[in-house]
């Protein structure tokens, strides 16, 4: 095995859990869940030589691009017919008690942070980054000006920041 490809292993062991489950939380479905987390992958690694340490952690780089590839997948036409024609077990699945999805970033406790977060924090966080709303469908959502979820956001992810560094 090359070592690039060790380090693309080590990658993909270390994140895979926690981008599936975000991913599936926009996508509402395993199998697209699986697709979207292969291409993010590849985005990741044949963009890595973008990756500036100093504007950001590697986690939140490597969160937005899975994040941006489900959304603009639920956005393109594909993603918009698959929604529509989305079967019946799928629908029934999606809140079955055993599925999985919201404890696969557990292991990094941000599940712990975010409950910790004031309610109106809380509630940005989980529409723009668990369900893939943009700023203007959040502000539209919640019927409150764009310039207050994103002042919103910015002080829940502040105060998420935070609570990372004092747990680490």
Not at 36 to 53: T, V
Not at 55 to 76: C, E, G, P, Q, V
Not at 94 to 118: A, Q
Not at 125 to 146: M, V
Request: proline share 2%.
């Amino acid at each position: 095995m090359s070592a690039d490809a060790k380090r693309f292993e080590i990658l993909y062991d270390y994140f895979s859990p926690v981008l599936f489950g975000i991913i599936k939380k926009i996508v509402k479905q395993d199998k697209l869940a699986e697709d979207i987390l292969q291409e993010s992958f590849l985005k990741i690694w044949n963009s890595a030589q973008f990756y500036d340490s100093d504007k950001s952690r590697l986690f939140t780089w490597i969160l937005n691009i899975a994040r941006n590839t489900a959304i603009d997948y639920i956005r393109s036409k594909q993603g918009k017919l698959d929604k529509k024609l989305q079967s019946v077990d799928g629908l029934l699945n999606i809140n079955e008690p055993h599925s999985t999805t919201g404890r696969e970033y557990e292991h990094i406790g941000l599940k712990k942070i975010v409950t910790n977060l004031k309610t109106e924090h809380t509630e940005i966080i989980n529409l723009s980054f668990f369900e893939g709303y943009t700023h203007s469908e959040i502000a539209e959502k919640l019927q409150i000006p764009l310039g207050t979820v994103k002042t919103r956001c910015r002080n829940a992810l502040l105060t998420m920041r935070k609570s990372l560094s004092e747990h680490n």
